[in-house]
C-alpha cells in the first residue's frame, strides 16, 4: 500500500528546490523522470522505485484544497503549489518522502498533508501542529 501526502507550498518551487529536496531524501538514490517528465521517482540501486513526486499544481481558487483535502487541512491561502508525493511500502520509503516534503517547505514555507493530519512549518522549518 503507498503513502501518500502533499507539501502545500507557499511558493513556487523552483529546480533548485526541488533537487534541494530530492538531495535532502537520499543523496545516494537514483532520479528518473516518467509519464513524460511529469513525474520524478527516487529509486533504489536495483532502479525500483521508491517515492514518486508529480509536478507542482498552482491551486488559484480559495477552499479548493480543503474540498479536495477536508476540512482537517485548516484554511489555506491561496495561491499555493500543490506537490503530490507517494511512497512505496518499501522499508524507509516513507521517510524518503517526508524528508523532500518538508525540504520543500522548510525552504518555502507552507504545510505538509499526510493521512495523519496536517504539519504547518514556517520558512525555516519551525514546525507548527
Known amino acids: 500500500m503507498t503513502y501518500d501526502l502533499v507539501?502545500?507550498?507557499d511558493g513556487r518551487p523552483a529546480s533548485e528546490d526541488v533537487l534541494a529536496g530530492l538531495a535532502a531524501a537520499g543523496?545516494?538514490?537514483g532520479v528518473r523522470a516518467v509519464s513524460g517528465g511529469a513525474v520524478v521517482q527516487l529509486c533504489d540501486d536495483e532502479d525500483q522505485p521508491l517515492v514518486s513526486i508529480e509536478l507542482p499544481l498552482l491551486i488559484q481558487v480559495?477552499?479548493?484544497v480543503?474540498?479536495?483535502l477536508?476540512?482537517?487541512v485548516g484554511v489555506v491561502e491561496t495561491p499555493?503549489?500543490?506537490v503530490e508525493i507517494r511512497a512505496t511500502a518499501a522499508d524507509g520509503a516513507r521517510e524518503l518522502a517526508e524528508r523532500f516534503a518538508q525540504t520543500l517547505i522548510?525552504?518555502?514555507g507552507g504545510r505538509v498533508w499526510t493521512p495523519e493530519g496536517v504539519g504547518i512549518a514556517a520558512a525555516g522549518g519551525e514546525e507548527k501542529s
Do not use: F, K
Open 80 to 82: 499555493a503549489w500543490w
Open 62 to 64: 480559495p477552499g479548493e
Open 106 to 108: 522548510d525552504r518555502l
Open 27 to 29: 543523496a545516494e538514490l
Open 7 to 9: 507539501a502545500l507550498v
Open 66 to 68: 480543503e474540498r479536495m
Open 70 to 72: 477536508g476540512v482537517s
